[in-house]
């Protein structure tokens, strides 16, 4: 710790001059991948005074993918320890106080010059900063990592001849050494995925270099004996997790691990459990576990065609019936079907828009399937693949297999319950087959497949 504490001096990171602190915060390191060491504050009693930091808009991993996919060329940079590129105001440095140890017990008081992860402001400074050196128009910037996008050569490498310029005005150091510095790529690695836009269409898996450090890993046969600790479980789950996010692979497939690690997250959190206490992992969590790795194992690549015919559906939901509407093909109305009645709103919503997408992967196969649903819980457990309700897992399970079966790229989409085309059939205002044959879209029958399903579901029969 002192030698890099010496290192840390000389390229001004740190002061040891004596001085007075008003916070002091524990210090320590971390190994990097390059194998120097990451100085890390613990600044949980700074964050503590501070008023919490803004939006750090740091886009999302699927909008990063997705531009990527559009691009023909991409060109990248990594920022020097790019934290320590922003000095910390003389008025706030008092806030800045380091302990660092030293041998025996005995710890260096020191001060801080500069930006230290830890501080829950550095990462929205340093994320903000890099969306001043790399406009949105011009790439994607992810904290240090930058990322110059074109639809040829010319138009990537001109992207990033001028964020050089930004970063020299802005004193900003870049990475030059990395021997892909400057250079147009078709095929590389970005935020643990490899990307090959070369192809047709262009695709993307997990980094394999990402993907056997973690096959290879003690902490994941840890997990898979069934004996571990919170910690470890946490680290290979959160791994899966990323995994499952990036690739487009619905996390509602593992919905016993994921209801074990609610459980597991409330016990860490309220000190009922040790972050390293013995943790006995449940079969059923284990094999879900399992299912996951050997999807892991294959690292399929995944594509995304962006000439896909575009295909909106509406869904929706009341206390008694829902309805669904295919805007691109007129269909005839079937009568309604009534659901349990104490069921919550939420699942009665998810079961219209599994009908959707029945039918669109039944009738329009291989298209953009754009669902549009006024019910906000259930577009976010659309995009985000899973669900805390344990049924409306086994409800996503189902709808994913259709989405898969009828190669669909589903999309879905909130919108406000006066502009939902299918809600007046869900209140009854054209109740009656004469009225809503006239419907120029109409609602689509409950198959009797369907219908089943749901009986199966809930114990009882569904009425048709």
Request: net charge neutral.
């Amino acid at each position: 710790m002192l030698g890099h504490l010496d290192q840390l001096r000389e390229f001004g990171v740190m002061d040891t001059s004596p001085s007075r602190q008003s916070v002091v915060l524990p210090a320590f390191t971390v190994p990097k991948k390059s194998g120097g060491l990451r100085l890390v504050c613990d600044g949980r009693k700074l964050n503590a005074l501070m008023q919490k930091p803004p939006a750090m808009f740091l886009p999302d991993v699927r909008d990063v993918i997705a531009r990527f996919l559009q691009a023909s060329y991409v060109v990248e940079a990594d920022a020097v320890s790019y934290f320590y590129q922003f000095p910390l105001g003389a008025a706030i440095r008092k806030y800045f106080g380091a302990n660092l140890a030293a041998r025996r017990g005995a710890y260096t008081r020191c001060t801080l010059e500069v930006m230290c992860m830890g501080w829950n402001w550095a990462p929205c400074i340093a994320q903000r900063s890099s969306l001043v050196l790399l406009p949105e128009e011009d790439g994607v910037c992810w904290v240090d990592n930058f990322f110059a996008v074109g639809a040829s050569k010319q138009e990537a490498t001109g992207r990033f001849a001028a964020l050089l310029e930004r970063c020299e005005v802005a004193r900003v150091e870049l990475n030059t050494a990395d021997e892909t510095f400057g250079v147009p790529m078709q095929r590389f690695e970005a935020l643990g995925l490899e990307f090959d836009l070369a192809a047709d269409p262009p695709r993307f898996r997990s980094s394999p270099s990402w993907v056997l450090k973690l096959l290879e890993a003690d902490d994941l046969r840890a997990v898979l004996s069934g004996g571990t600790t919170p910690r470890t479980f946490f680290k290979v789950f959160g791994s899966f997790v990323w995994f499952c996010f990036t690739t487009g692979r619905p996390l509602c497939y593992m919905r016993s691990a994921l209801s074990f690690v609610r459980r597991l997250a409330s016990q860490v959190g309220s000190g009922e459990r040790g972050w390293d206490s013995p943790l006995d992992v449940p079969f059923s969590t284990v094999e879900d576990v399992r299912r996951a790795l050997a999807s892991l194992r294959t690292n399929e690549w995944c594509a995304r065609s962006p000439d896909l015919q575009s295909v909106i559906g509406w869904s929706d939901a009341s206390d008694a019936e829902w309805a669904v509407l295919l805007e691109t093909t007129p269909r005839r109305v079937i009568q309604d079907v009534f659901l349990p009645p104490r069921e919550h709103i939420f699942i009665k919503e998810l079961l219209a828009a599994l009908q959707a997408v029945w039918l669109a992967a039944d009738e329009m196969p291989g298209k953009k399937f754009r669902l549009m649903v006024d019910n906000q819980a259930v577009v976010f457990a659309l995009r985000k693949g899973h669900s805390k309700n344990y049924l409306a897992n086994e409800i996503l399970c189902l709808l994913f297999d259709l989405v898969a079966a009828g190669s669909l790229q589903l999309e879905p989409v909130w919108v406000s319950t006066e502009i939902q085309k299918a809600d007046p059939f869900t209140r009854g205002w054209f109740h009656g087959s004469s009225l809503m044959e006239k419907s120029l879209l109409g609602a689509v029958l409950m198959s009797r497949r369907m219908c089943s399903l749901v009986g199966t579901m809930y114990g009882t029969g569904m009425s048709r």
